[in-house]
């Protein structure tokens, strides 16, 4: 079996709670709050692991989440190295509201990293054995981190032999575009849209944008999601659009991160690029039946995925 590492520079402790009803002033109380690890590559590689693939996750870490952060991971036995520093690891919030069940993100920037915290994280990955098939890197860059670090991943994927998976928004994903070498992309429509400076409305937009990335050589395979609307697959075989599997909705935290988690491992394990696609969509599904920062579970996405 082939294996993924993921990295995440800017991970974060996900607390999540309900209310009744989020009003201003007055004391909201909240249910218990559920604690769970999270940040992009984090929450792929749980994903990976709750679909039985291989997988181990890096992440810089400091403070008492950090600290919490580690623990987390331990317990729901992810293979996890963490990189020390000297800065705190933040907290993610997100509160679900009973009486209209929408639901409130709160995302707070977290520490920066040293020159030095840097190239550990870039050690750690180096030092895997064997070296990973793949790395995927997702999630924000941590203020502060300069875009050419970008630059640093890349060469060290092409030096490991490792296919490099991107997760990326803003500028970060404006600069890995420009640099390429990236073998798979998954913008969301609104990070697709930023890139190009337009808003992508028709899906003749939307195809076009997705296959002047192929074209332009920066990347090999563009997975765009849509949300509701699912995803549209572009790469050197075409495009391919891909509906979004029907289920009940609880909370959209972590979608995008199962795509990518599931893609990956199903191309990991040699499958046509149209599966790999479909088994993302269907982890996408699962992990939007499940409240708070629950990540799809194995059945619900082996389920979704032979129903097609
Ligand atoms: N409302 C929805 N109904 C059905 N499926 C959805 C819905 N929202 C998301 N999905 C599924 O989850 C996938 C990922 O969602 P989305 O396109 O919103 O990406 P994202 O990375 O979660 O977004 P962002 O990074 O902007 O938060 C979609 O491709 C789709 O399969
Ligand atoms: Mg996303």
Redesign the pocket.
């Given at each position: 079996m082939s294996r993924i590492a993921t990295l995440t520079l800017n991970p974060a402790m996900d607390v999540s709670t309900d209310i009744a009803r989020l009003a201003p002033t007055s004391k909201l109380r909240c249910t218990l709050p559920r604690y769970e690890p999270g940040g992009g590559g984090i929450n792929v590689a749980r994903v990976i692991r709750n679909l039985g693939g291989d997988t181990v996750a890096i992440y810089p870490a400091g403070g008492p989440f950090g600290a919490m952060l580690q623990r987390a991971l331990e317990e729901l036995g992810l293979p996890e190295l963490r990189v020390p520093i000297a800065g705190d690891t933040r907290e993610s919030f997100t509160v679900d509201e009973g009486e209209t069940g929408l639901q409130y993100r709160f995302v707070l920037p977290g520490p920066t990293l040293t020159p030095d915290e840097r190239q550990a994280c870039l050690e750690a990955i180096a030092a895997l054995v064997p070296p990973p098939d793949y790395l995927v890197v997702s999630g924000s860059f941590p203020t502060g981190v300069a875009l050419d670090f970008h630059d640093e991943i890349v060469a060290l994927a092409q030096r490991i032999g490792a296919r490099l998976i991107l997760?990326y928004?803003g500028d970060a994903l404006r600069h890995a575009v420009e640099r390429g070498g990236i073998h798979l992309l998954?913008p969301?429509?609104?990070?697709l849209s930023g890139l190009t400076g337009r808003v992508l409305e028709s899906q003749v937009e939307q195809e076009a944008a997705a296959r002047g990335l192929v074209e332009q050589g920066a990347v090999e395979i563009v997975v765009l999601?849509?949300?509701?609307?699912?995803?549209l697959l572009a790469s050197r075989e075409g495009l391919e659009r891909?509906p979004?599997?029907?289920?009940p909705?609880r909370s959209?935290v972590?979608?995008?991160?199962?795509?990518v988690g599931a893609t990956v491992l199903a191309l990991s394990r040699g499958w046509s690029l149209h599966d790999a696609v479909r088994y993302?969509?269907a982890a996408?599904?699962a992990?939007?039946m499940l409240p708070g920062t629950g990540l799809c579970r194995a059945e619900d996405v082996e389920r979704l995925f032979r129903k097609g």
């Amino acid at each position: 079996m082939s294996r993924i590492a993921t990295l995440t520079l800017n991970p974060a402790m996900d607390v999540s709670t309900d209310i009744a009803r989020l009003a201003p002033t007055s004391k909201l109380r909240c249910t218990l709050p559920r604690y769970e690890p999270g940040g992009g590559g984090i929450n792929v590689a749980r994903v990976i692991r709750n679909l039985g693939g291989d997988t181990v996750a890096i992440y810089p870490a400091g403070g008492p989440f950090g600290a919490m952060l580690q623990r987390a991971l331990e317990e729901l036995g992810l293979p996890e190295l963490r990189v020390p520093i000297a800065g705190d690891t933040r907290e993610s919030f997100t509160v679900d509201e009973g009486e209209t069940g929408l639901q409130y993100r709160f995302v707070l920037p977290g520490p920066t990293l040293t020159p030095d915290e840097r190239q550990a994280c870039l050690e750690a990955i180096a030092a895997l054995v064997p070296p990973p098939d793949y790395l995927v890197v997702s999630g924000s860059f941590p203020t502060g981190v300069a875009l050419d670090f970008h630059d640093e991943i890349v060469a060290l994927a092409q030096r490991i032999g490792a296919r490099l998976i991107l997760d990326y928004s803003g500028d970060a994903l404006r600069h890995a575009v420009e640099r390429g070498g990236i073998h798979l992309l998954k913008p969301s429509l609104s990070e697709l849209s930023g890139l190009t400076g337009r808003v992508l409305e028709s899906q003749v937009e939307q195809e076009a944008a997705a296959r002047g990335l192929v074209e332009q050589g920066a990347v090999e395979i563009v997975v765009l999601s849509l949300g509701a609307e699912g995803a549209l697959l572009a790469s050197r075989e075409g495009l391919e659009r891909f509906p979004a599997f029907e289920v009940p909705l609880r909370s959209a935290v972590g979608a995008g991160d199962s795509v990518v988690g599931a893609t990956v491992l199903a191309l990991s394990r040699g499958w046509s690029l149209h599966d790999a696609v479909r088994y993302g969509m269907a982890a996408a599904a699962a992990t939007l039946m499940l409240p708070g920062t629950g990540l799809c579970r194995a059945e619900d996405v082996e389920r979704l995925f032979r129903k097609g």
